[in-house]
């Protein structure tokens, strides 16, 4: 059945939804709906009770309007683009599917899934002004491009007499970042004749006071100041750092090539979150950085999870 649904491979972004790509079935209620009116016509019929039959007739027009309407909550949707942050192997991946559609209908009870395909829970799609976004988390396992599988967009409205669906099969795959080392050496000391500072709590050298934020230590806060100025103050401090840090694949003898990829990645975080700046060096490839800042993160992380595999 799924090899006969249409798309049959995958295929850019955006994709409408149009007749030849929408299909309806009844469901299980409209199975039983459905015997429930040919008993009642054909006891109409066997003992001649027009009412019965004329009631009959009425209900089975309004399981055929059903059917169309199903399919109109689908006719004309677009999904214009997927996306998802990319995470750390293990984690699980928040997809977006954002979707488009004229404004003039009202399109309710949309349902994202995979048809059980990859085991993805179920995502509502809702839809204001003609625009809206469904969420869906996709368990991840390894580094490197994650391919989504087939989606399905369906709907039983409005009678849940018959479900309307409708496949989207992206093309581009995802990023999954390596997992980071769990444990492991420090970060490699920076070297080098551009030493920077940086705002720290625990440094050496008072770099100025600020006003207190909600969380900050009770032992930072300058209580003489805090009472001449009537408001509570905060000394920052500044820490002096090396220049650069040096990431290294070369200098991991002794690891393989996973744990090696395992640890850059553990050590960019870490420059990241200690504010250094630090350059990414692996075999085959340009040297990246020195640089610092979310753009650097992604492409030393996004070198790291492309790595071939040993």
């Known amino acids: 059945m799924m090899s006969l649904t249409r798309p049959r491979r995958p295929e850019p972004l955006p994709a409408r939804f149009d007749r030849r790509r929408i299909y309806v079935l009844p469901t299980g209620f409209g ?5 429930l009116l040919a008993t009642m016509t054909l006891g109409a019929l066997n003992y001649n009770n027009n009412p019965a039959f004329l009631l009959a007739l009425l209900l089975g027009g309004a399981g055929l309007a059903s059917l169309i309407a199903a399919q109109l909550q689908l006719t004309g949707l677009s999904i214009v683009a997927i996306d998802a942050e990319p995470v750390p192997a293990g984690m699980p991946l928040t997809v977006r599917v954002h979707a488009r559609a004229a404004p003039d209908r009202l399109r309710r009870g949309l349902r994202v899934d995979d048809h059980g395909a990859a085991g993805i829970d179920a995502a509502v799609l809702d839809l204001e002004q003609g ?8 368990a991840t396992e390894r580094r490197g491009w994650l391919d989504l599988p087939r989606l399905r967009i369906s709907t039983t409205r ?3 007499l018959a479900r309307a669906w409708a496949h989207v099969w992206p093309e581009a795959p995802l990023l999954v970042y390596p997992t980071p080392e769990a444990h492991g050496p420090p970060l490699p000391v920076g070297g080098g004749d551009q030493a920077v500072t940086r705002l720290h709590p625990s440094g050496d050298d ?6 207190y934020r909600f969380g900050d230590a009770r032992r930072a806060i300058a209580w003489k100041h805090s009472a001449r100025r009537d408001t509570l103050l905060v000394r920052e401090y500044e820490q002096p750092l090396g ?7 070369h200098r991991l003898t002794g690891l393989g090539q996973e744990a090696r990829i395992s640890r850059l990645a553990r050590w960019v975080d870490e420059a990241e979150r200690d504010g250094c700046r630090y350059r990414l060096s692996l075999p085959n490839q340009p040297t990246l950085g020195p640089g610092t800042g979310p753009a650097h993160r992604h492409a030393c992380l996004r070198a790291l999870a492309l790595m071939p595999y040993g």
Do not use: T
């Open 131 to 138: 625009a809206g976004e469904a969420e869906l988390r996709i």
């Open 243 to 249: 220049a650069d840090v040096e990431l290294e694949w």
């Open 158 to 160: 409005p009678l849940g």
């Open 206 to 211: 008072v770099h100025h006071l600020r006003a």
């Open 31 to 35: 199975l039983f709906y459905g015997a």
